[in-house]
């Protein structure tokens, strides 16, 4: 069995969105870490999932600056 230690969904996905990804990957690896990632700055769902789950969001077109930075904050908070 693979363990991952960072997930990057896309929210457009053929089969399913990022939203729906991001729980079935928290119901069989709890720990594992999710970014979203998406194009659509103005989705309210997008917004409301990212704030309640405080999911770090990427948004498109990828800028490396702004992964490696929510990378180093994101190991940083959740490793005292």
Do not use: R
Not at 39 to 50: H, K
Not at 54 to 59: E, F, K, Q, R, S
């Amino acid at each position: 069995q693979q363990s991952y230690d960072w997930i990057i969904l896309d929210y457009q996905m053929p089969k399913v969105t990022g939203i729906q990804g991001y729980h079935q990957f928290k119901a069989i690896a709890p720990t594992c870490q999710i970014m979203l990632y998406s194009g659509d700055l103005y989705s309210d769902e997008i917004q409301d999932f990212v704030n309640h789950y405080h999911v770090p969001l990427l948004y498109k077109p990828l800028k490396v600056e702004s992964f490696l930075k929510l990378i180093s904050v994101s190991m940083i908070s959740n490793h005292p």
